[in-house]
């Protein structure tokens, strides 16, 4: 059974940063574009960022470009997203989500399987 699980969420104030994880099960990270997304309230789910299973290569929303970072230990299984410089614009629920493509696409939510997400709040 394929299972993505999101953690790291919490409070930060502005300018802080927190460590997002997304452990998978079930199936073999290497195989799998991984994408982190957020929903914030009253607003769609957007893409922030995924990793390439190809390649490993990064792909950012303007938004967030310069200040997150995404990266995956297969060892591991686990995808992490690495956010500094938080904004209050940036609370919102953050979900992984997994797709058997090597050409991930954040601009959709058409991904194969997704977490449940973790709260993020950005105040002071």
């Known amino acids: 059974q394929l299972q993505l699980v999101e953690s790291g969420g919490g409070l930060v104030q502005p300018g802080g940063s927190l460590r997002l994880s997304c452990a998978t099960s079930?199936?073999?990270?290497?195989?799998?574009?991984i994408g982190w997304f957020r929903q914030a309230p009253g607003k769609e789910r957007e893409g922030v960022s995924c990793?390439?299973?190809?390649?490993?290569?990064?792909y950012y929303a303007d938004s967030v470009k310069g200040r997150f970072t995404i990266s995956r230990d297969n060892a591991k299984n686990t995808v992490y997203l690495q956010m500094n410089s938080l904004k209050p614009e940036d609370t919102a629920v953050y979900y992984c989500?997994?797709?058997?493509?090597?050409?991930?696409?954040?601009?959709?939510?058409?991904?194969?399987?997704w977490g449940q997400g973790t709260q993020v709040t950005v105040s002071s």
């Open positions: 989500a997994a797709d058997r493509t090597a050409y991930p696409n954040i601009a959709t939510i058409l991904w194969d399987y």
């Open positions: 990793i390439s299973s190809s390649d490993g290569s990064t």
């Open positions: 079930g199936f073999r990270l290497d195989y799998y574009s």
